[in-house]
Nanobody
Framework: QVRVAESGGGLVQAGGSLRLSCAASGRTFSSYAMAWYRQRPGQEREMVAAISSAGRNPWYVEDVKGRFTISRDNSKNAMFLEMNELKLEDTAVYYC????????WGQGTQVTVSS
């Protein structure tokens, strides 16, 4: 079973950047298509970016296209989310998990964008 742990969140001003990391344990990480999810205050968790098991075919929700970049390094059991031009509405707890199945959820990492 793959377990995940997110890091890299923080407080940033609008227009700033952050890079989130997802560290995975388990030998089968490279077999999973993975995704980043976020949960805004008072809202349901939503997928914001996804990537194939081989690191191809990135997908983004419309409102992060052109601002967020998802990537992964299977040799390090890691996945990343580069977030640029951050907006107030990007404030959320960000999680990594599999795209087409559900692994145990990590603690998430808080991203807070201030004006």
């Amino acid at each position: 079973q793959v377990r995940v742990a997110e890091s890299g969140g923080g407080l940033v001003q609008a227009g700033g950047s952050l890079r989130l990391s997802c560290a995975a344990s388990g030998r089968t990480f490279s077999s999973y298509a993975m995704a980043w999810y976020r949960q805004r205050p008072g809202q349901e968790r939503e997928m914001v970016a996804a990537i194939s098991s081989a690191g191809r075919n990135p997908w983004y929700v419309e409102d992060v296209k052109g601002r967020f970049t998802i990537s992964r390094d299977n040799s390090k059991n890691a996945m990343f989310l580069e977030m640029n031009e951050l907006k107030l509405e990007d404030t959320a707890v960000y999680y990594c998990n599999a795209r087409f199945t559900t692994l145990d959820w990590g603690q998430g990492t808080q991203v807070t964008v201030s004006s």
